[in-house]
């Protein structure tokens, strides 16, 4: 997988490619977007921002999966993710 990212602020490595991002909980409990590099190690974390899913096709929408919701990447403010963040990021 060679895409860029889909924003401007979180920096990938520009010698890997980036591997896309994925929405996570916090260990307090908050939904988190990680962003990750294809070496596996998580890049920038934002607060999760969720908006109505704007086509969304019921229980097998392909755009958000069904739950209704997608990530609005335009209202994400990137941060490096603390010690403790990354730590629940990289259990699995
Ligand atoms: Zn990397
Ligand atoms: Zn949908």
């Known amino acids: 997988m060679t895409s ?4 401007a602020s979180a920096s990938v ?3 890997h490619a980036f591997d896309g991002m ?22 920038d974390v934002a607060d999760a921002v969720f908006v109505r899913c704007p086509s969304h096709e019921g229980p097998g ?18 941060r490096a993710a603390t010690d403790t963040e990354l730590q629940a990021l990289q259990q699995d």
Not at 4 to 7: Q, V
Not at 25 to 42: K, M, Y
Not at 63 to 70: F, M, T, V
């Open 4 to 7: 860029r990212p889909p924003f």
């Open 13 to 15: 490595h520009p010698w």
């Open 61 to 78: 929408c392909a755009r958000c999966a069904g739950s209704g919701e997608i990530v609005d990447h335009r209202a994400l403010a990137w």
């Open 22 to 43: 994925r929405i996570v909980e916090a260990p307090d409990g908050t939904c988190l977007v990680a962003a990750r590099c294809s070496c596996g190690q998580v890049i």
